[in-house]
């Protein structure tokens, strides 16, 4: 296994969560980290992405300032902080890995198994 991610559970409308994602250094090195998420009956989306600088982050517009990506290289982790969770934040939220940052699916090489995140109303 490449990528782990953990964290998911289930929450209450206005809790937080933090998910993490592990993964081997020869999987990330110089390598653009991303969080996506799939809700049941629905398409696969983007959440947000982190450069391998860390500098440079980009989140989709439905997250923005809600949720907060951040990596630890020397631990080879990214990380995942979301607060004012809604339920229709319910979804699989998967780590990906790319040398090529994007919002899109198809450009990331590595992924994660995924983990459950719930929030109820």
């Known amino acids: 296994v490449q990528l782990q991610a953990y964290g998911g559970g289930l929450v209450q409308a206005g809790g937080s969560l933090r998910l993490s994602c592990t993964a081997s250094?020869?999987?990330?090195?110089?390598?653009?980290m991303a969080w996506f998420r799939q809700a049941p009956g629905k398409e696969r989306e983007f959440v947000a992405f982190?450069?391998?600088?860390?500098?440079?982050?980009v989140y989709a517009d439905p997250v923005k300032g809600r949720f907060t990506i951040s990596r630890d290289i020397a631990k080879n982790t990214v990380y995942l902080q979301m607060n004012s969770l809604k339920p229709e934040d319910t979804a699989v939220y998967y780590c990906?890995?790319?040398?090529?940052?994007?919002?899109?699916?198809?450009?990331?090489?590595?992924w994660g198994q995924g983990t459950q995140v719930t929030v109820s109303s």
């Open positions: 250094e020869r999987t990330v090195r110089n390598s653009a």
């Open positions: 982190i450069t391998w600088s860390g500098v440079n982050t």
């Open positions: 990906a890995a790319t040398k090529t940052p994007a919002i899109v699916a198809e450009m990331y090489d590595y």
